[in-house]
């Protein structure tokens, strides 16, 4: 007989699924969603009729086709959805903390580059799904979007235009509301807001067990890694949302290296990647 699945396995695969928004279909996204793709006079425009459509309860929304594949691989910036890492990286996310837990591996977990929230909504549900009140999970983004390149101390980074693209840009309010909505908000969870290059040298937690890297960009990855990485615990798992990014991969590339970290780097999906870190005795 097949065995029932486990109510925590249930709560999780459909956080998992409308948190990517996979449920359903994408509805029309209002075209002020996207407003930073186009070009000075049609944002302007587009923000006249809005706010004039908007005295009537009207919404100017524009038909977009997605592929539901493209969507579940997280290969689009989503008009609704809470998190744009897709499925495969949402199942190793669940992977990486369900064992740590099992073999009770130290510390807090951090998602550094929220966006809206999903992931580290995910994170949470993981540990309130098993019980866990004593780990704490960090959730650091500007909630302002990405910073512009510093390529005289990050060359990889030189002529990134990640910084203009207001759709990256969520406040800490709103992913805080994101939280609730989930009945997720509480004292476990630790908004560390502004430049990672400012929040993450005295971030508070001193020991991590998952570190979750999702800041695009080559300064913003590195950052992360050379305050994070001496805090995760032997046994901790690194995880690396854009390694098919040049910038990024080549941060990790470049931070490896100089550590001489040879513990496997195994790929996710198309755009993940994680290895997890080697206990000193391995
Ligand atoms: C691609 S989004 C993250 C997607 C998110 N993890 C999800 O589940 O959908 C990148 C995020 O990183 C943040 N970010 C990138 N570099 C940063 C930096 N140096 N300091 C603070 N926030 C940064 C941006 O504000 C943005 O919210």
């Known amino acids: 007989m097949a065995t029932q699945p486990q109510p925590i396995d249930l709560y999780l695969d459909l956080l998992k699924k409308t948190l990517s928004f996979s449920l359903w279909p994408e509805p029309p996204t209002p075209i002020e969603t996207f407003r930073d793709s186009s070009g000075l006079l049609q944002r302007i425009a587009v923000s006249a009729i809005s706010r004039l459509l908007a005295t009537r309860r009207l919404v100017l929304a524009k038909e977009r086709h997605v592929d539901p594949v493209e969507k579940a691989e997280g290969k689009i910036w ?4 809470h998190t744009m890492i897709g499925l495969k990286r949402l199942d190793n996310l669940q992977f990486c903390i369900e064992t740590v837990l099992r073999e009770q591996i130290a510390g807090d977990v951090i998602e550094t580059g929220a966006w809206r929230g999903g992931a580290c909504i995910f994170m949470r549900a993981i540990l309130a799904a098993h019980g866990i009140t004593e780990r704490k999970v960090y959730v650091a983004d500007s909630f302002a979007g990405l910073p512009p390149p510093a390529p005289e101390m990050f060359p990889a980074d030189a002529g990134d235009t990640s910084h203009a693209h207001r759709f990256l840009s969520i406040s800490q309010e709103s992913v805080a509301e994101n939280f609730r909505n989930y009945g997720l908000l509480d004292d476990q969870v630790v908004f560390l807001e502004g430049w990672f290059e400012d929040t993450l040298p005295t971030a508070p937690m001193t020991q991590l067990a998952v570190i979750r890297l999702d ?7 590195m950052v992360a890694l050379e305050n994070l990485y001496p805090k995760l615990s032997p046994g901790g798992f ?12 080549q941060a990790v590339t470049d931070y490896r290296a100089k550590h001489e970290l040879t513990s496997p780097l195994i790929e996710i999906d198309w755009s993940g990647a994680f290895w997890r870190k080697e206990s000193p005795t391995a």
């Open 78 to 81: 989503p008009g609704y959805a």
């Open 238 to 249: 690194c995880i690396v949302d854009d390694y098919a990014l040049k910038g990024c991969r």
């Open 215 to 221: 800041g695009d960009m080559y300064g913003s990855t």
